[in-house]
């Protein structure tokens, strides 16, 4: 097995495992956690693809392309955490409803 396989079946299961638990929790913290593990994933299977060798660097456009999306997960972290506390100071909650719960308001 070549370490660029094992790098995109590390991606893939990563970002599995992101996807289960944005579908799955209920918790907007969980869910923005849930989102940087699937871009962890998605990182990880550029690095990947841009690999030219077991030797050789890989390829620099991929490497750029990788490091503007940590750049751009970093800033939708804090984007989405900054919402998560204002919904938090005006509704004291942060969850969903799901509707059952909703039907019952």
Same mark, same amino acid.
């Given at each position: 097995?070549?370490?660029?396989?094992?790098?995109?079946?590390?991606? *893939?299961?990563?970002? !599995? &495992?992101?996807? +289960? /638990?944005?579908?799955?929790?209920? +918790?907007?913290?969980?869910?923005?956690?849930?989102?940087? *593990?699937?871009? !962890?994933?998605?990182?990880?299977?550029? *690095?990947? #693809?841009?690999?030219?060798?077991?030797?050789?660097?890989?390829?620099? %456009?991929?490497?750029?392309? %990788?490091?503007?999306? #940590? %750049?751009? @997960?970093?800033?939708?972290? /804090?984007?989405? &955490?900054?919402?998560? *506390?204002?919904? +938090?100071?005006?509704?004291?909650?942060?969850?969903?409803?799901?509707?059952?719960? !909703? @039907?019952?308001?």
């Amino acid at each position: 097995m070549t370490t660029p396989l094992l790098y995109a079946g590390g991606g *893939i299961l990563l970002f !599995s &495992i992101g996807l +289960h /638990a944005l579908l799955i929790r209920r +918790h907007l913290l969980r869910k923005i956690l849930a989102i940087n *593990i699937m871009g !962890s994933g998605v990182f990880m299977v550029f *690095i990947a #693809i841009g690999a030219r060798g077991t030797d050789a660097v890989g390829d620099p %456009v991929t490497q750029v392309m %990788v490091l503007t999306g #940590i %750049v751009v @997960s970093l800033c939708f972290t /804090a984007v989405a &955490i900054a919402l998560t *506390i204002r919904m +938090h100071n005006l509704t004291n909650c942060t969850t969903f409803a799901t509707d059952e719960e !909703s @039907s019952l308001d």
